[in-house]
């Protein structure tokens, strides 16, 4: 049987919102508040899901939440809401739940203020990200590279394939990862759906990151024995929660995140952490 290290995302979330907590309480000290809004388009169960549980975190750490419902397909409520946040000193970050059906969710991150992107993911941040320079970063490309460091996976120099090139995730990690910086300085090759014999890519990687948002995309011949594998994408097929890595995966992988409380809980601490750093940066 291989001997697989798992890589759970609790204990390097634990670690984030602890320090996320202790300024949180600085800042209130300081006579000033830390708030996080969410917008939501219409009601899918998942994505609602994903945002109570921001807010409950977010509780914990004493973030207050602000949350604006849109209706699905109303584009203007999703603008008007995009600007209600920007005007809002109290929403110190705010984040748009993508998906949002029937609008265009380019449209409203385009619209957003830059300096209360909580998620990372608007135009300046992403420009940011790509000149190495400070800024929100997205949320689960920066939770993976924390989970990488946290397991001791070797990163710089080392190939890491990333199989998807969504702007909320495929297209951030590469970058993220081919930055001259600790935790990554690596090669990275981006390969996607629309491009076959996908394992003969993914065989050559050190390091493989699931971003395709396809259950099971990723299965154990397209692994080199002793690859870190990280599932970043996810469906649900109900309420059962389905990896881009398939879990059979784990027999040839050296490192591999767990079907639930991988990259998940990462990504919820990191999105707070970008929301108080951006309250300290406003006056």
């Not at 708030?35 to 977010?58: E, N, Q, R």
């Not at 951030?172 to 990554?184: F, I, Q, S, T, Y």
């Not at 097929?237 to 059979?248: C, F, I, T, Y």
Request: proline share 7%; with cysteine; glycine share 12%.
């Amino acid at each position: 049987m291989n001997d697989v290290v798992y890589m759970p995302g609790g204990p390097v979330a634990e670690a984030v919102l602890a320090d996320v907590t202790e300024r949180v309480a600085k800042l209130r000290a300081d006579g000033r508040d830390v708030g996080l809004g969410t917008i939501l388009v219409g009601d899918d169960g998942a994505s609602a899901s994903y945002v109570a549980k921001k807010h409950a975190t977010s509780e914990e750490v004493g973030i207050r939440s602000h949350h604006i419902d849109v209706a699905a397909g109303d584009q203007a409520g999703l603008m008007r809401a995009v600007a209600q946040f920007n005007e809002d000193p109290a929403v110190t970050g705010y984040l748009i739940q993508n998906p949002t059906p029937g609008c265009d969710f380019n449209a409203a991150l385009e619209a957003m203020d830059p300096a209360k992107d909580a998620d990372g993911l608007h135009p300046h941040s992403l420009g940011l990200l790509a000149m190495g320079a400070k800024g929100p970063r997205p949320c689960t490309p920066a939770g993976i590279q924390m989970l990488l460091q946290h397991y001791n996976v070797p990163v710089e120099g080392r190939h890491v394939v990333v199989v998807g090139r969504g702007p909320t995730l495929g297209r951030p990690m590469a970058l993220l990862m081919a930055l001259k910086e600790p935790g990554a300085n690596a090669a990275v090759t981006t390969v996607h759906t629309g491009v076959p014999n996908l394992a003969d890519y993914t065989r050559l990687g050190d390091i493989v990151i699931g971003a395709a948002g396809v259950p099971g995309i990723i299965q154990p011949e397209m692994v080199q024995p002793g690859a870190a594998v990280v599932s970043g994408g996810i469906v649900f097929q109900g309420k059962r929660l389905l990896p881009d890595v398939d879990e059979s995966v784990a027999e040839v992988a050296g490192w591999i995140t767990p079907r639930l409380g991988g990259v998940g809980p990462t990504t919820v601490a990191l999105l707070l952490r970008n929301t108080v750093e951006l309250a300290e940066r406003q006056e």
